[in-house]
């Protein structure tokens, strides 16, 4: 059976870009950050990270991953890396015990960018309440975009 090559996603610098695709599709826009914008990118995930996992896993090459065990820790790394290249893989249960936090990470992602002019690419690969949360809350901090749904597969926001 032929696969139709997926279509490339871009992340753009000094945004916050909200990305829900298949993992085939974010995982070359991830590693093409890492090519691209310096030091390797800081990777937060939970424990379900399947776009992590097609990359090679916590060492995969080209990002310096993060696991994090809930949106608290999430929250406090953020305030504690330097790095202007971040990239957070979705996990719905990062944010199970205390669903507030997601609104909470999405500001802080959307305020890193806004004061520091970091890169930031929040990926997921399906649609869910928390990750609606992190989007409204990032939108509310600076202007947003929407590039249209090829397919309906992918939806992709950013801030600039």
Request: hydrophobic share 40%.
């Amino acid at each position: 059976m032929n696969r139709r090559p997926c279509p490339p996603l871009h992340i753009r610098r000094a945004t916050f870009t909200l990305l829900v695709a298949h993992r085939e599709q974010i995982v070359p826009s991830i590693r093409k950050l890492g090519r691209h914008l310096g030091p390797p990118p800081v990777y937060f995930c939970g424990r379900t990270r399947p776009v992590l996992d097609l990359m090679g896993g916590t060492y995969a090459e080209g990002v310096d991953a993060w696991p994090v065990r809930d949106a608290a820790e999430l929250l406090a790394m953020l305030e504690e890396v330097g790095r202007l290249t971040i990239v957070v893989e979705h996990d719905p249960a990062l944010y199970y015990p205390d669903p507030e936090r997601a609104a909470a990470v999405g500001r802080a992602l959307a305020e890193r960018v806004q004061m520091t002019c970091a890169t930031v690419a929040y990926v997921a690969t399906r649609q869910d309440d928390y990750l609606e949360a992190i989007g409204r809350q990032a939108g509310a901090v600076g202007d947003a975009w929407r590039d249209p749904l090829p397919e309906g597969q992918q939806r992709l926001f950013g801030q600039g």
